[in-house]
């Protein structure tokens, strides 16, 4: 059967253009799809830079403005790999023109903006998924499979944290490639909006709505030279963020991040303590769940370490043989499967625009919890 292609045109060649570029490459070699991803043209203002990544990853063109691929008839989807404070623009200018849209994570600098990013793609009625590529490891996957069949019962907590360290150094600049995320103006927010954010969408697709939280931030190096102006200017961002919260199913929340965790690089892990059962998982041991089951025969009961690689688990069936795992590139392949699978069946892969505002509401909240140091309500999307 001939597959339809579906044209993406990147903007970005950072770390995330990378990912989603590997994943649009493989994901047909390893599902059976209706759509195929074609590397239609890769945008971004540096030129030489733009088409060194077009070569190395193999889109067909370039570009060096962002409104002149919008534009282009022959641009089916648009993928958005830009800071935080990009997104809203391009995303409703290629709602307008009628384009699928891509784009990265947090959905926008805050509640309000992204409300308008949801109105504009409703409106025009384009497929849109946001990029929070963590509900796709297989073994976050089950863990939700294992939630929604009943195992946990009655949930009593939510506990995750997101701990780095790569900006304990205060030589670290704000702006500049990869740097733009110590950039207030460019990222809206710190941890909050980079890894809690990673955090709360999980917790919302895991275990349903927040209904209140309370926050404290910390901004622990409070001046950096910014890389565009190469003066020394005050952080605007958290540099840690902690709050407790109360989900609408009853259970209570801890969620903490930072990047002044020494040691850590990318440990992001989630457990969930339900009457019956309890999950846990880690990002750096990422195709392993650990799962405990009160249920179980008492000589025997513990910690089970499921190595999720079976054909059984979701997604391995399509990769190589029990045993053999896949890690952090598998979850972008995965997302993208399921947005062209969702393009195939008219049922859009979660989580659309709309359902990433969730999330959105939630880091305000956080943020003004932080900021006058009371319990806030979370807005209702
Ligand atoms: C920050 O270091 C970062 O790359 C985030 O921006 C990603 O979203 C996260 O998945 C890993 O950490």
């Not at 490891?137 to 009655?154: E, F, M, Q, S």
Request: proline share 3%; hydrophobic share 40%.
């Amino acid at each position: 059967m001939s597959l339809k292609p579906l044209n993406i045109g990147m903007i970005g060649y950072g770390f995330m253009g990378r990912a989603h570029s590997n994943a649009y490459a493989k994901v047909n070699h390893f599902f059976d799809l209706k759509y195929k991803p074609v590397l239609k043209a890769a945008c971004a203002r540096d030129e030489a830079k733009v088409k060194a990544f077009a070569e190395k990853w193999g889109y067909e063109s370039v570009e060096t403005d962002w409104r002149k691929l919008i534009a282009r008839k022959d641009i089916d989807a648009i993928d958005i790999c830009t800071p935080n404070n990009t997104h809203a623009e391009i995303a409703i200018a290629a709602a307008e023109a009628g384009k699928m849209i891509l784009c990265e994570k947090p959905l926008a600098m805050n509640g309000p903006e992204g409300s308008k990013m949801v109105e504009a793609v409703e409106r025009a009625g384009v497929p849109n998924i946001v990029w929070y590529n963590y509900r796709r490891v297989p073994a976050v996957t089950l863990a939700k499979k294992l939630i929604d069949d009943g195992k946990l019962g009655r949930i009593f907590h939510y506990r995750a944290k997101f701990l780095q360290d790569w900006t304990i150094n205060p030589e670290v600049p704000q702006g500049g490639a990869g740097t733009w995320r110590l950039d207030v103006a460019a990222a809206g927010s710190g941890v909050s909006g980079d890894l809690l954010a990673h955090c709360i969408d999980t917790a919302l697709w895991l275990n349903g709505d927040l209904a209140d939280v309370c926050a404290m931030t910390e901004t622990f190096v409070k001046e950096r030279k910014h890389a565009a102006t190469g003066q020394i200017q005050k952080v605007g961002i958290d540099d840690a963020c902690t709050f407790m919260g109360r989900f609408k199913n009853g259970s209570l929340a801890s969620f903490e991040s930072t990047r002044y965790a020494r040691g850590h690089k990318a440990l992001y892990t989630f457990e969930i303590n339900g009457e019956n059962a309890s999950i846990f998982w880690d990002l750096h041991d990422l195709h392993r769940l650990q799962y405990f089951d009160h249920r179980d025969g008492g000589l025997t009961r513990g910690w089970r370490s499921i190595h999720v690689t079976d054909g059984e688990h979701p997604y391995m069936a399509n990769w190589w043989v029990p045993g053999l795992q896949i890690g952090y590139e598998h979850s972008f392949v995965h997302q993208v499967k399921d947005f062209l699978e969702g393009l195939a069946s008219g049922n859009l892969a979660m989580p659309t625009f709309r359902d990433a505002l969730r999330t959105q509401y939630v880091l305000d909240a956080v943020l003004e919890s932080a900021a006058d140091q009371r319990w806030h309500k979370v807005t209702t999307v």
